[in-house]
T-cell receptor, first 107, second 115 residues
């Protein structure tokens, strides 16, 4: 079993829809990261969370430490949100990555 | 991200030739990492550095070596490139944040093709 599990693996949405991507982890962590990668592009750090909730524009990230679960929400989705979203955690040592969620937002 | 640059961005090389990829940072971060990204495998750690001349192996280090002679530069060398090393390579830097956890910044990636 992977230490970091993401769901869904693939997600297609219509422009304007509310999107949720989930991440569960099985190890103790000091922080959880949400990363974004556009096709053929670099990796951008969206959020780093150790508790609670963070918001940046249309993106919201939440974490429940007790349940070892995090969600990334995108409100009013747009085709430019189409990308791979990667959950990663840091515990003792280095980043452990999830497999990523491929999001496609259709206009 | 302006604080970290990778070079080259794209490279095609022949099997058996040596290749060096460069990661340069202007953030004075202590930790630097090299990852490779492959379909079906996600991001995997090759080597990392926790200071000048201090490096260690990651999970897929065979066939790769690294050097860090200055804080700002972390070099990844493929001593004798093989087709299995065709991949996208990402450098990352990290430092302890005020929140008590390590924040990460990634480079734009180097697409390496070994023919």
């Amino acid at each position: 079993k992977n230490e970091v599990e993401q769901s869904p693996q693939n997600l297609t949405a219509q422009e304007g829809e509310f999107i949720t991507i989930n991440c569960s982890y099985s190890v103790g962590i000091s922080a959880l990261h949400w990363l974004q990668q556009h096709p053929g592009g670099g990796i951008v750090s969206l959020f780093m969370l150790s508790s609670g909730k963070k918001k940046h524009g249309r993106l919201i990230a939440t974490i429940n430490i007790q349940e070892k679960h995090s969600s990334l929400h995108i409100t009013a989705s747009h085709p430019r949100d189409s990308a791979v979203y990667i959950c990663a955690v840091t515990g003792i040592g280095k980043l452990v990555f999830g497999a990523g969620t491929i999001l496609r937002v259709k206009s | 991200d302006a604080g970290i640059t990778q070079s080259p961005r794209h490279k095609v090389t022949e099997t058996g030739t040596p290749v060096t990829l460069r990661c340069h940072q202007t953030e004075n971060h202590r930790y630097m990492y090299w990852y490779r990204q492959d379909p079906g495998h996600g991001l995997r750690l090759i080597h990392y550095s926790y200071g000048v001349k201090d490096t260690d192996k990651g999970e897929v280090s065979d066939g790769y070596s690294v050097s860090r002679s200055k804080t700002e530069d972390f070099l990844l060398t493929l001593e004798s490139a093989t087709s299995s090393q065709t991949s996208v390579y990402f450098c990352a830097i990290s430092e302890l944040t005020g929140a008590g956890a390590y924040g990460y910044t990634f480079g734009s990636g180097t697409r390496l093709t070994v023919v």
